[in-house]
């Protein structure tokens, strides 16, 4: 069985950049269409401000997606699905099932639950998702925000998800903040989701990393995988290939032997 690369690529910026040696997450895909058209590389980032000086960025993107459906008719270019996370979100109890479904259909390498979009008003699940994500015999990640993460990390990783995905942007009054401020608050959840559930569950790290150092800092609070998003679409990062080189070989130094599979 193939297993997650030490760096993976956050959604949805797996669904653009896949570069060799690194697990891209596609999606997050929800059960209809939302915001028109999928979204162009292109507009998806003007809907994003970049704060220099913080080097930070906030987005209200909002999960904006062509549905869970247009994958399963066409798979997307780039890597195969055996090789991605295919992230998605249900806004209703069907929505998730629906989800469950289509995606054991796609036999991804995993997929990834996202319970904490800031973006899309009040998150809600049904009681037992978790459990029955689990029984789909699929890999299961569950990302969750940087703060206020504690019960659902509980509740899935009872359930027996066995990797968590810490974390996702900060919510802040202009939507979602991801980069350089938010690393303190994401190695924070990892160091204190590792003392929790000890050897337990695989943890994927990510937020702000930007730079080998930032790998070594996250391997140290306890993640297996490190996960980059907004760092590679940064001003300035047109050629992939050479910020992954570096980034990548840290990830690979510092990550863990854990199986995707293995719980
Ligand atoms: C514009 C934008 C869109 C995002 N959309 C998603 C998404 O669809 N699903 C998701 O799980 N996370 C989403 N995220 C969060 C990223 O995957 C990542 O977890 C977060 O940005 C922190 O990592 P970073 O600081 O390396 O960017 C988004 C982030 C940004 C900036």
Redesign the pocket.
């Known amino acids: 069985m193939v297993n997650l690369e030490p760096l993976v690529i956050?959604?949805?910026f797996g669904n653009y950049i896949q570069p060799a040696g690194t697990t891209p997450t596609l999606?997050?895909f929800t059960a209809l269409r939302r915001g028109g058209r999928p979204a162009a590389f292109g507009r998806?980032v003007l809907t994003?401000r970049y704060y220099r000086r913080l080097q930070a960025?906030v987005?209200r993107?909002g999960?904006r997606n062509p549905g869970i459906e247009s994958v399963v008719k066409r798979p997307p270019h780039g890597r195969p699905l055996a090789e991605a996370i295919v992230?998605v979100h249900g806004f209703t109890d069907d929505e998730w099932w629906l989800l469950l479904n289509r995606i054991t259909a796609l036999a991804p390498l995993a997929v990834e639950l996202?319970i904490s979009?800031p973006n899309v008003g009040e998150l809600s699940w049904p009681a037992d998702l978790f459990r029955r994500a689990v029984d789909t015999g699929t890999p299961v990640i569950v990302?969750v925000p940087p703060i206020r993460y504690e019960a659902m990390a509980e509740s899935a990783v009872g359930a027996g998800v066995s990797w968590l995905h810490a974390?996702?942007?900060l919510p802040v009054a202009k939507g979602?903040m991801?980069?350089a401020p938010?690393k303190p608050l994401a190695l924070d959840a990892v160091q204190k989701l590792r003392a929790t559930f000890g050897p337990a569950v695989g943890i994927i790290g990510?937020?702000?990393?930007r730079c080998p150092g930032d790998i070594a800092e996250y391997a140290h609070a306890g993640a297996d995988r490190f996960?980059?998003?907004?760092?590679a679409i940064r001003p300035g990062a047109v050629r992939h290939d050479a910020w992954v080189a570096d980034i990548r070989s840290a990830a690979r130094r510092r990550a863990s032997t854990r199986d995707l599979a293995s719980s």
Not at 206 to 209: H, P, S, V
């Open positions: 956050s959604a949805p999606g997050t998806a994003m960025w987005n993107i999960l992230s996202n979009c990302k974390t996702n942007t979602g991801s980069g938010l990510g937020g702000g990393i996960a980059v998003g907004t760092y």
